[in-house]
């Protein structure tokens, strides 16, 4: 058990019946020292969001989930389909993938995250290599401060890259925020 003053973004709670995870945490000290917590919470299992403001010292459990390393194999209409290095399969259902379908390709070493024995959801790298796709071409004169121009990566992906990247080249993505790093 944790109070809830001690929860950081990324871990996982049960509220209700349902576990979630913690995207957000902002404390606030009200008058007379009445300190709460307010949490940016989203459901593991249905995705659902919801905001909700606990006392700092309300106490609520804490959940650790089981995570395994995999290589994402292939999609079978709506599962996606990972697997270990015991060619073990494992299955996420596509509304749990969230942003990961961005950077999803064949191949890729990611995270499979388990609750309960079942597979919920996927974890990406921080950051990943991707080659541009497409991009306009920069406009001479059109420089004056951080100018950015939009790309396009073989999911689909948009990013918004600095002028000088060009078609073809390859970037570094941070699939938290899902910013431009720097051209590789």
Not at 98 to 112: F, I, K, R, S
Not at 134 to 161: N, Q
Request: hydrophobic share 40%; proline share 3%; with cysteine.
């Amino acid at each position: 058990m944790k109070i809830a003053q001690e929860i950081r973004a990324g871990n996982v709670i049960m509220h209700g019946k349902d576990p979630m995870i913690v995207l957000r945490t902002e404390y606030a000290r009200g008058g007379r020292g009445a300190a709460t917590v307010r949490m940016k919470l989203k459901g593991l299992l249905g995705n659902i969001g919801t905001e909700v403001v606990f006392k700092a010292d309300d106490k609520m459990d804490q959940i650790i989930l089981d995570k395994k390393e995999c290589t994402y194999s292939y999609f079978a209409d709506p599962m996606y389909v990972c697997m270990d290095t015991e060619y073990n399969q494992y299955e996420v259902e596509a509304e749990n993938m969230g942003d990961a379908l961005n950077y999803l390709e064949d191949g890729m070493a990611v995270e499979v995250v388990f609750y309960e024995g079942k597979a919920i959801s996927v974890e990406l790298p921080t950051s990943i290599v991707r080659e541009i796709t497409w991009t306009e071409p920069a406009v001479k004169g059109d420089t004056s401060g951080k100018v950015l121009k939009p790309a396009k990566i073989a999911t689909g992906f948009e990013v918004a890259v600095p002028l000088f990247v060009e078609q073809g080249d390859k970037i570094e993505i941070d699939t938290r925020t899902g910013e431009y790093r720097k051209r590789v």
